[in-house]
């Protein structure tokens, strides 16, 4: 399976952005979704998870109650929701795919290219 991350940009502090992670060559229904973020200097840490169903969903602390993951397995395509963001955010933000919500979180099978998110205060 292929994957394209996409909607980065430039927000400011408080404001929102949504992610898209879109699949290809192989239906993104069999597998569960992981959003990883690699800000300058610092090791790549996993943000949030959701299983192939739905209906399992898994946050980072630093995120939790601001980004949300969901899927629309009908699209193809995995969403991240970031609202409040904080400067702490900005990282090059990658979608990942893999057997199991667990197993993706720490090594996936699939990576996708990463999209910059930049949040200035």
């Known amino acids: 399976v292929q994957l394209q991350a996409s909607g980065g940009g430039l927000v400011q502090a408080g404001g929102s952005l949504r992610l898209p992670c879109a699949g290809s060559g192989r239906t993104l229904s069999r597998y569960a979704i992981a959003w990883f973020r690699q800000a300058p200097g610092k090791e790549r840490e996993s943000v949030a998870a959701?299983?192939?169903?739905?209906?399992?969903?898994y946050y980072a602390d630093s995120v939790k109650g601001r980004f949300t993951i969901s899927r629309d397995n009908a699209k193809n395509t995995v969403y991240l929701q970031m609202n409040s963001l904080k400067p702490e955010d900005t990282a090059v933000y990658y979608c990942?795919?893999?057997?199991?919500?667990?197993?993706?979180?720490?090594?996936?099978?699939?990576w996708g290219q990463g999209t910059q998110v930049t949040v200035s205060s």
């Open positions: 959701i299983t192939w169903s739905g209906s399992s969903r």
């Open positions: 990942a795919a893999g057997y199991g919500i667990d197993s993706t979180r720490r090594a996936p099978d699939y």
